[in-house]
């Protein structure tokens, strides 16, 4: 084991060696105007670096950290003094750059009204998320909240102390609204359809539930502008802190990995002071809709269908799945005939080049993305990335053969055995019913599929009555099953 460095922090910061970019101010001199939920690595890699950019200029935007499930990634930056590094790889090389932006960090577990009083701080005009989908507590098939979840049934029980990120977003709104400390920004950086829309709605049933007037003063003093955030950022491993402390010559325990495109669109709609996140790159729009769609359809539902059928075929990450050349051809095929179809196209997109440089990005080398990783929460997921645009096509008459094989090889991964007959740990809120509707359908392909289109809060009520969507898939899964994933995608696409 490699002899311990000194530490990243403050104090060690100057020791940072010229060729890795580190802030540009002085962070200790930095103030909290947002409040973050959800301090895992997208973040740290996405929103956090933009901020980080223009603090040199405006230092009233520093962020306040908040992991809502485990301590790890907040310890550690504590013991920093919220400094990490980011890694920004592509097969030409490494840069390293140490972010300051975060500059204070919370376990909302731990004290949750501490984290109400900092989020209702009158200097804190943004609340920005990224807890995942499932983090919402709402049915993905509708974008209802899902009232008798357990978090939500908790926070209306205990509104002083919430653990849900709504209960968390409304308990601080009504903290606002009693101390007078002015309205909010709510910033959904989650991957959601309308995901702005979709939070208000959220907050605005949560609030109804606890009291009419609260809802009504929410309605007027919060703004939910829509968002689309894009970068790959895979999980950081131990041969990335290795490098991190070849590069730098100290300890960080918390640093994150990336590739060099990050694309963020914010819609123009605010109650609040904001930064000015477009002098850093993002872009500020009044329709986020079209860049939205076109991403979670072709960036997401291409990314979600190399994750299972490359999972299946035995590639451990993105980049190898994306160059097996008939896994490949399956994704430009789907990408450019049955996805691209259904897009409204942003103003100024190459759609081509757009749907090239995606598949450039899913095989770059440097970024080992397990398939594994961007399998999980497939029960989330699937209703923003594949559902939709299946819907969309299935309603215009057009074809969904290759969008139903990427459901099919959804189904397959969620049985939890792989094609050798070995578990797989299917990370997934619904992981148990899941598993349920496998073993009873006792190996029936048919059944199997029957058994998984009758879960709602996945497939809707209307899917399941599309009697050639649920035979393609059907038909799919039972290749899948018999012949494999290799043998599968191989014929699809020689039949193409």
């Known amino acids: 084991m490699a002899p311990s460095a000194p530490r ?7 020791r940072v060696p010229a060729d890795v970019a580190r802030p540009g101010y002085d962070p200790a001199s930095v103030g909290v105007g947002i409040v973050h ?3 895992g690595a997208f973040h740290r890699a996405h929103q956090a670096v933009v901020t980080d950019s223009l603090l040199a200029h405006d230092p009233r935007w520093g962020v306040c950290g908040v992991s809502l499930k485990t301590p790890r990634s907040t310890q550690a930056l504590a013991q920093q003094d919220g400094l990490y590094t980011l890694l920004v790889k592509d097969p030409s090389g490494v840069e390293a750059r140490v972010i300051g932006a975060v500059r204070e960090t919370l376990y909302a577990p731990a004290d949750p009204s501490a984290l109400v009083t900092r989020m209702a701080d009158p ?12 983090g919402y507590c709402h049915d993905p098939a509708t974008g209802r909240l899902d009232l008798d979840h357990p978090d939500i049934r908790h926070d209306l029980a205990n509104p002083a102390a919430p653990r849900s990120a709504v209960g968390l977003l409304v308990a601080a709104l009504d903290a606002r609204r009693a101390n007078a400390t002015g309205p909010l920004n709510v910033v959904c950086c989650d991957n ?50 290795a490098e991190v402390r070849r590069r730098l010559g100290l300890d960080d325990a918390a640093p994150v990995v990336a590739e060099p495109f990050l694309q963020w669109v914010i819609e123009n ?28 359809r072709l960036l997401n539902g291409s990314h979600s269908t190399l994750a299972y059928l490359g999972f299946l075929a035995g590639h451990v990450t993105i980049a190898q799945a994306a160059t097996d050349p008939a896994l490949r051809r399956l994704v ?13 196209v942003p103003p100024g997109v190459d759609l081509a080049r757009y749907r090239a440089t995606l598949l450039e990005r899913f095989r770059n080398p440097a970024l080992p993305h397990r398939t594994a990783q961007v399998a999980m929460d497939g029960s989330q997921k699937l209703p923003q990335r594949l559902l939709g645009t299946i819907r969309d096509r299935l309603a215009g008459g057009g074809s969904v053969r290759h969008l139903a094989l990427a459901v099919a090889g959804w189904m397959r991964y969620a049985t939890g055995v792989d094609e050798h007959g070995a578990p797989i740990a299917v990370s997934d809120p619904m992981a148990g019913r899941l598993a349920q509707a496998a073993a009873s359908a006792r190996g029936d392909p048919s059944r199997l599929a029957r058994a998984y289109f009758a879960i709602p809060e996945i497939f809707g009520t209307d899917l399941p009555a599309k009697t050639e ?22 014929r699809h696409v020689a039949l193409s």
């Not at 200097?123 to 499932?134: G, P, S």
């Not at 990408?335 to 691209?340: D, H, L, N, Q």
């Open 8 to 14: 990243l922090t403050l104090a060690t910061l100057d």
């Open 37 to 39: 939920l959800g301090l």
């Open 123 to 134: 200097r804190v005009h943004v609340i920005t998320l990224t807890v995942t989908e499932k």
């Open 192 to 241: 959601l359809p309308h995901n702005g829309r979709v939070v208000e709605g959220l907050v605005a049933s949560f609030a109804a539930a606890r009291s009419a007037d609260l809802a009504e003063w929410i309605a007027r003093h919060a703004a939910f502008p829509c968002t689309m955030v894009d970068r790959i950022v895979p999980a950081t491993t131990d041969a990335d802190v």
């Open 269 to 296: 709609r605010y109650a609040a002071p904001r930064p000015a996140w477009e002098n850093a790159g993002a872009e500020i729009v009044a329709d986020v809709a079209p860049y939205e769609t076109m991403k979670l």
């Open 332 to 344: 430009e095929r789907m990408m450019a005939e049955e996805i691209a179809p259904t897009l409204g």
């Open 469 to 490: 969507f649920v035979a393609a898939v059907s038909a799919d899964l039972c290749s899948l099953l018999e012949r494999g994933a290799d043998a599968t995608v191989a």
